[in-house]
């Protein structure tokens, strides 16, 4: 829902921005469908990777894949609400709800690891969290 809702954002912008010119506004489906598989993949795939890589090192870690598919859910649900500011028709505006939802998301996601992992070795656990903030 989460990337469904920013490609609405972005369509709708599209539309804004496209006001008063000469030219026809086609809505853009694949963008949608793009935009839902990557952010339904992103939010199974690694979650899954990640409860996988603990289990097999026998992590004592106290956590779940269900508890890290709520965390990975939680953390997107901050798109919600910014994607429908993505109509703003100021690009630089746009740029910096990006970065700013990308900077909370990926905080929320990496400080609520980086307490779940803390019964793992400080090197495993840093990289672990760094790899989840870039991703």
Do not use: H
């Amino acid at each position: 829902s989460s990337g469904i809702n920013a490609e609405y954002g972005g369509n709708m912008a599209d539309f804004f921005s496209s006001l008063g010119k000469d030219t026809n506004w086609e809505y853009d489906f694949k963008k949608v469908s793009i935009a839902g598989t990557v952010v339904f993949s992103y939010v199974t795939v690694v979650p899954a990777l990640l409860s996988g890589f603990l289990w097999w090192r026998k992590s004592n870690a106290p956590v779940k894949l269900a508890d890290i598919l709520s965390l990975y859910g939680y953390s997107m649900s901050l798109f919600v609400p910014v994607s429908l500011l993505l109509c703003i028709n100021y690009e630089w505006v746009r740029w910096i709800l990006v970065v700013a939802l990308v900077s909370a998301s990926g905080g929320v996601l990496s400080l609520t690891m980086w307490k779940v992992l803390e019964e793992e070795p400080k090197q495993l656990a840093l990289i672990l969290t760094g790899i989840l903030l870039a991703l």
